[in-house]
């Protein structure tokens, strides 16, 4: 006697999501992520691109892939850049091929970029999700971007300057979540991604 085989009615959503995820430099993004990747399964960071200076302590392929002005372009030139943006001096980017690769496999994709740079993954993947980590205040911002020391002040001035048009594009995003307290921010996001895969359209082709 053979066994009868369970037909089930819907089929799990087969690929994984792309999470879009913005804020200004200081928001607490890679805060609010880092807690978020330590307690949910199936996620997957997309490392960048960028032709920034490592800070001290990062190492090319963990936080970034550091790279010249030239092999950056040559990238963009090859397709091989997902989207790519110009950021206070430095061109940061997203290698394509992680990221569908990763999808495929049915993880779900965090990218962590600045506001150019996702206005280009919404046109491009309209399927993605797209959330904005604001900070509390403009003047809790600046306490956390110099509390924080890794930029000399000329740089954090040029950072607060762009936060200001950044704030400004968060009615683009399809969620924005406060950053008062980094539990509770990684609660909201981890409760975003758990609805969005409940979606009714993720489960049709
Ligand atoms: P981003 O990745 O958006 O540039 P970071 O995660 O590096 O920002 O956070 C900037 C600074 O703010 C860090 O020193 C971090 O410890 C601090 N921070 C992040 N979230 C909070 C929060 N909810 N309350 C207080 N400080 C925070
Ligand atoms: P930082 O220099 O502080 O690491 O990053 C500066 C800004 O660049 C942040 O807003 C960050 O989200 C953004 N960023 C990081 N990687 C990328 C990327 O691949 N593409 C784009 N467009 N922005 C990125």
Do not use: W
Request: aromatic share 8%; glycine share 8%; proline share 5%.
């Amino acid at each position: 006697m053979s066994e009868a085989v369970e037909t089930p009615f819907f089929k799990r959503p087969r690929k994984g999501l792309l999470i879009v995820v913005s804020g200004p430099s200081g928001s607490g993004k890679g805060t609010v992520l880092k807690q978020l990747f330590a307690h949910r399964k199936g996620m997957f960071y997309s490392v960048s691109a960028t032709t920034r200076a490592p800070r001290p302590g990062e190492e090319d392929g963990k936080q970034y892939f550091f790279l010249t002005h030239g092999e950056f372009e040559k990238k963009i030139d090859e397709g091989d850049m997902l989207e790519h943006a110009s950021y206070c001096g430095n061109y940061y980017g997203t290698p394509r091929s992680a990221v569908e690769e990763k999808r495929t496999a049915g993880l779900d994709v965090i990218l962590e970029i600045e506001v150019q740079g996702a206005m280009q993954v919404k046109k491009s993947c309209p399927d993605c999700v797209t959330v904005f980590i604001a900070p509390p205040s403009a003047a809790e911002l600046e306490r956390r971007l110099r509390g924080r020391g890794t930029e000399p002040d000329d740089v954090i001035r040029d950072r607060l300057e762009t936060a200001k048009g950044e704030i400004g594009s968060a009615d683009k995003y399809e969620y924005i979540v406060v950053n008062d307290n980094v539990e509770s921010a990684e609660n909201i996001i981890d409760s975003i991604i758990t609805a969005e895969k409940s979606k009714t359209s993720r489960f049709v082709d």
